[in-house]
């Protein structure tokens, strides 16, 4: 009993190692895209570029070897012979015409139309005075110019970012033996840059006054009408003369007289049940088949390693003196040495 106990131990401690350390994987890979970086990446770590083989599974499914069809049997049509009235001559109808009835009348038509004249009675003026503005109050605008001073200030010249190195990774790839090591990139911290500049700023806006003309004003004298122009209008009445027409008392119409059909007994060979076919089924043929289906394709990802940060470096131009009989090769000696002795 405790050895059963004891080997139930183990084999969970076995699974929570496992579970932890495909989490903790998970978490140190970012899926690889075509020319992208680790996005999520802190400055100091060194990630590099792992290819993962693809996983494989053998699947069973049922394949129709032969699809359903179908044929079918022929049942003959039925005939009988049948007796029936044909019409030989069809129902018809002949037209008969009436003509139509017509009465004379008076009616009374204008020779002359009514007609209006217009007679016109003129407009009646008289003179007034009033005083009329000649040019309108108005103001003068005055402008005070703006004060201005000086001020300096902070502008950042290139801001602080990130930028990813290359880097020679030492260390090994844990997981899968198959799997390939590619590069390794590192995210350095680069600061920003700053410069004092000065600017011009508003102490009091520009502002302005107004100086106020008064109007100008004059006497005018005008001619005003006390009652407008009129027309008044006289009817002449409408001539009229009484003439006669012919009025259509009953219109022309129709009648029609109908000659029925004639008709003969005939025999002849009637289908009561026409040809047929049945229809017989025959079902599909299936058989089992398995393959190989692949479950997770060939990947690239990116994998977070212990690596060594790559330190920053930056050229410099320094000047070595070197004696007047040194050659050019001896010269260049003495700067690599003064180089070596002085360390950034």
Known sequence: M???????TVLCAAALVAAAGTAQAAFDEVEWREGSLPPSAQPGECWCLVTLPAQFKTVSEQVMVEGPRCTFEKIPAVFETRTEQVCVRKERKKEI???????EEAYQVCVKKEKKIKEKIPAVYEERQEVVQCKPERKKKIKIPAVYKEESYQVEVC??????????????????????????????????????????????????????????????????????????????????????????????????????????TVEKRVCVK???????????????????????????????????????????????????????????????????????
Request: aromatic fraction near 8%; charge should be positive.
């Open 97 to 103: 015409k009436i003509p139509a009835e017509y009465r």
């Open 159 to 264: 801001p602080a970012r990130t930028e990813w190195r290359k880097v020679d990774c030492n260390a090994e790839v844990t997981g899968d033996r198959r799997e390939e090591k590619g590069e390794c990139y590192c995210l350095v911290t680069i600061p920003a840059k700053f410069e004092t500049r000065t600017k011009k700023v508003c102490v009091e806006k520009e502002s302005c006054t107004y100086e106020v003309i008064p109007a100008e004003f004059k006497t005018v004298t005008k001619k005003v009408c006390v009652q407008k122009e009129q027309k008044c209008e006289r009817v002449i009445p409408a001539v009229f003369e009484t003439r006669y027409r012919k009025v259509c008392v009953r219109k022309e119409s129709k009648t029609c007289e109908v000659i029925p059909a004639e008709f003969k």
């Open 274 to 344: 026409p040809e047929s076919k049945r229809r017989i089924e025959i079902p599909a043929r299936y058989e089992t088949r398995s393959r190989e289906v692949c479950v997770q394709p060939a990947r690239k990802v990116w994998r977070k390693t212990a690596c060594a940060v790559p330190a920053s470096f930056e050229t410099r131009s320094v000047k070595a003196d070197c004696k007047d009989d040194c050659q050019k090769t001896e010269c260049d000696d003495c700067l690599q040495n003064w180089l070596d002795s002085h360390p950034r």
């Open 2 to 8: 405790r050895k059963s106990w004891s080997l139930c």
